[in-house]
């Protein structure tokens, strides 16, 4: 199966936020805002409490932010900041981790797949939601990321983050579409 970039958008990201937006109440998009938050903090916290496979789990994170930003980006942002509270009380070694990478790509691209009309458009806001996300951390806080070997400041460096921003924002962009499709029945 080939992907074009360039493709537009499908229609039920919009058809789901409609429905999430329009028809829920308060009280159901704020359970289904703090359902995502504490999904999205058991699964960042598995790569501590699982070592090994908990770091294949704990990318996962993303897709409950990404959820909750279909409602509206205000929910979603409640959501990533509950996250990052539950984060503090369950795992604290992960809250440089998803304030920065993780959930910022959740709401990057759940707010992209509600506005942007192209693929291509959608893909480069989360791919450079995601670059900003790891380059503050990497370089303003000198936390290192990638381990101790990317820590100082290189072009070459800067080159190989910003296209690994892009590649997993538009695998993570692919992911949500294919999740959003499933669900789609669920919550309309």
Known sequence: MVFRLSKSMPFYPRAVHRS?????????KMMFAALMSALAAVLQSAGGFLPGVGFFISPLATAPVLMATLITFRWGSMSYLLTIFLLVLIQPSELF???????????????????????????????????????????????PVFGPGVSSFNWTTII???????IYSWIWLEFGLLLIRRLKRFLT
């Open 160 to 166: 190989i983050i910003l296209a690994f921003s892009q």
């Open 20 to 28: 999430m937006y329009f028809k829920w109440t308060i009280n159901e």
């Open 97 to 143: 981790i998803f304030p920065f990478t993780t959930g910022v790509l959740g709401i990057a691209l759940g707010w992209a797949l509600r506005t942007q009309s192209n693929r291509l458009n959608a893909i480069f806001v989360g791919g450079i939601a995601l670059f900003i996300g790891i380059c503050i951390p990497l370089y303003v806080l000198g936390f």
